[in-house]
Antibody, heavy 122, light 112 residues
């Protein structure tokens, strides 16, 4: 079955960077876009961007352009999201989510990681 | 950006009774390929979201048939025919027609 397993919780100081990983299994990693979203405590969901693991091509939300980098390592079926210049506003749970095919899941996020809490505090 | 507006933001429901959530987009969600990429997600307390409905009205694998979606263009609805205890959580509509993908604010479904 499809599984996305994310790296563990992080505590960072303002101005630092964080890199979250998402290891995929149970499907062909290079065949599906991987999206990253975040959810601040008690808040809604915010889309950050996506990467196609086959080409490495990315689409980022304008809000995160220049501060977020999404990469992948196909040899270990893992996607990464790195964010720099962290502030307290970046405290959130970060999720990776597979984007399903148009025909079978209508670009819906059909599998999710368990989430990674990133806390930014001095 | 396409703004997704959900109503109500909170929906107290009696077990066994229906529930309905509305989602309105600031622009048409019809893609140039003819599809409408409007999905619904359920997030139970303490869990990641889960895909319920895609392309307006298609139930994802394993989703009970008490969940249904409808709508077109800019107006969409998620209905739960008979709410069960396990349906408690927050429901989000989301669009993947135009970048950036965006989400509604969420509607909290709770038992009266």
């Amino acid at each position: 079955q499809v599984q996305l397993v994310q790296s563990g919780a992080e505590v960072k100081k303002p101005g630092a960077s964080v890199k979250v990983s998402c290891k995929a299994s149970g499907y062909t990693f290079t065949g599906y876009y991987m999206n990253w979203v975040r959810q601040a405590p008690g808040q809604g969901i915010e889309w950050m961007g996506r990467i196609h693991p086959n080409s490495g091509g990315t689409n980022y939300a304008q809000k995160f352009q220049g501060r977020v980098t999404m990469t992948r390592d196909t040899s270990v079926s893992t996607a990464y999201m790195e964010m720099s210049r962290l502030t307290s506003d970046d405290t959130a749970v970060y999720y990776c989510a597979r984007e399903g095919y148009s025909s079978s899941a209508g670009r819906g996020f059909d599998s999710w990681g368990q989430g990674t809490l990133v806390t930014v505090s001095s | 950006d396409i703004v997704m507006t959900q109503t109500p933001l909170s929906s107290p429901v009696t077990l066994g009774q229906p529930a309905s959530i509305s989602c309105r987009s600031s622009q048409s969600l019809v893609h140039s390929d003819g599809n409408t990429y409007l999905s619904w997600l359920q997030q139970r307390p303490g869990q990641p979201p889960r895909l319920l409905i895609y392309k307006i009205s298609n139930r994802f694998s394993g989703v009970p048939d008490r969940f249904s979606g409808s709508g077109a263009g800019t107006d969409f609805t998620l209905k739960i025919s008979r709410v069960e205890a396990e349906d408690v959580g927050v429901y989000y509509c989301t669009q993947a027609t135009q970048f950036p993908w965006t989400f509604g604010q969420g509607t909290k479904v709770e038992i009266k």
